[in-house]
């Protein structure tokens, strides 16, 4: 049975189980509204099931995710979400309590979203031979771009398991990778404790902004390369150059729609103008690798 | 005249005793009643100010000796064991702790409303409704003494003059 599963009540596990494998094999997404029909949110469509959850199951829910104690993830849930074990992720939606303008907790709730964890490992294989610099003997820097749900973060995560981890077969040995998580989406830690698959040598920083994260982990855990999610902000990208010019190798993501639309922001010039000459174009149909301009490989996404 | 003698030594201290085991109840009452109190009060404290998670008050309010340890050992059992939740877990704790406590019907009922308050989302509900059950059992704690000072030497008075005053109308 799928760990998400033991959060439900056993009513709508049955309900579940029949609709699809307890595994929940090709299953995205669970939403849970009270008093609206579950829905099972699959690669390709939405399944709505008969089941509607009552106050009581919400209480079900809210208790086990929480072992008991939901006030417990007030901090957490300013975000809007909590990762639970396994590194699934909960959104919460319901009525919020204030204190002096801003979102101090959830005091009712109406919808869960429980995220599958999306782990695909050996996704990011066929770019990492073009990434490996032999004569360095290091990693080069690369951009990865696309719009949201693209594959992005699930690629970069696996990029980061693919460096961690010794490659004995390319005679590549491990090397430090740290992760700086902003949101817990990269590593899906659980108590400071990543919860995805990768190698020996990762070291996470969850939770932190980028940019103090990205110097910390350069001062205190001497990474070889630094793994950052989302992109964006001028002070994200000196950040970024400051980290190339200590010569780490970062590997990064950015949302655009596509290469053209990033090379066309002003903000981007002076990371496309540094040593970041490697470019991953994510989208719905799969991934590609430009060096520059001239595109390298394309690699389809598996569904 | 012996056997008089030893009747009447009988009575005496079996009233007697009667007498102070009533006495000892209206004292252990209150007694009960303050730890619970501040039992509650401390949990409130983890849960508003350092955001303890539920399990972890609970191993811990489990080395407290007496009343509270019982209290909290049957709601970790039906916490973890039975896997129910916070509020039925509560609830059932109270029950099978009512029978072995000197407390009345009036108190487990408020200390059932425990239950009710631990089982909400936010802090702010939860201190709401904590502090206000916690006040209510400070008050019936402040009755609970009273009364043991007041009937206290009553009870323990009567018994032993009531033992007294049997024999004499038996002799």
């Known amino acids: 049975m799928h760990p998400i599963l033991s959060l439900l009540p056993q009513s709508l596990q049955q309900e579940i189980g029949s609709v699809v494998t307890m595994a929940l094999d090709g299953v995205e997404e669970l939403r849970i509204r009270i008093g609206r029909p579950v829905e099972l949110v699959m690669e390709q469509n939405t399944i709505a099931l008969t089941y509607i959850p009552s106050s009581s199951d919400r209480q079900y829910i809210a208790e086990k995710i929480s072992q008991h104690s939901f006030y417990s993830l007030e901090e957490e849930l300013k975000k809007g979400y909590i990762t639970i074990e396994g590194g699934h992720r909960v959104g919460i939606a319901g009525k919020v309590t204030l204190e002096n303008g801003s979102v101090q907790a959830i005091q009712s709730i109406s919808s869960f979203a429980i995220r599958k964890a999306a782990e695909r490992v050996g996704c990011a294989d066929q770019f990492m031979k073009e990434l490996w610099d032999p004569r360095q003997q290091r990693w080069k820097h690369c951009l990865l771009v696309g719009p949201p749900k693209s594959g992005k973060t699930t690629l970069l995560r696996d990029m980061a398991r693919f460096i961690s981890s010794e490659q004995t077969h390319q005679g590549i040995k491990a090397q430090k990778v740290s992760i700086v998580d902003e949101r817990s989406e990269i590593a899906a830690c659980h108590v400071g404790i990543p919860q995805l698959t990768f190698g020996t040598k990762i070291d996470v920083l969850d939770r932190c902004p980028k940019i103090e994260g990205m110097t910390m982990m350069i001062r205190s855990m001497s990474p070889e390369v630094i793994i950052v999610d989302e992109i964006g902000h001028t002070r994200d990208i000196e950040a970024v150059v400051d980290a190339i010019y200590t010569g780490v190798t970062i590997i990064m993501t950015a949302h655009a729609s596509s290469m053209e639309e990033l090379r066309k922001r002003p903000l981007m010039d002076k990371l496309l103008q540094s040593e970041v000459i490697h470019f991953i174009e994510c989208s719905s149909r799969g991934s590609s690798l430009f060096r520059g301009t001239e595109k390298v490989i394309t690699v389809d996404r598996e569904r | ?171």
């Open chain 2, 1 to 171: 005249m012996t056997i008089q003698l030893l009747g009447a030594i009988f009575i005496v201290v079996g009233s007697g005793l009667e007498g102070f085991r009533r006495a000892y109840m209206l004292q252990k009452h209150q007694r009960v009643l303050i730890n619970l109190a501040n039992a509650f009060s401390w949990m409130q404290n983890e849960i508003v100010k350092r955001q303890t998670p539920i399990l972890d008050i609970v191993k811990d309010q489990q080395l407290r000796k007496g009343d509270v340890e019982l209290l909290y050992e049957k709601f970790n059992h039906h916490l973890v064991v039975s896997q129910f939740l916070l509020r039925d877990a509560w609830i059932e704790a109270v029950k099978e702790y009512g029978e072995y406590s000197l407390l009345n019907q009036e108190d487990l009922e408020w200390i059932e409303r425990i239950g009710e308050a631990i089982q909400q989302f936010d802090r702010q509900s939860i201190d709401k409704e904590l502090s206000f059950v916690i006040d209510v059992l400070r008050n019936r704690h402040h009755e609970a003494r009273n009364r043991a000072i007041q009937f206290g030497k009553l009870y323990k008075t009567l018994g032993v003059m009531g033992g007294v005053l049997l024999v004499l109308l038996l002799s």
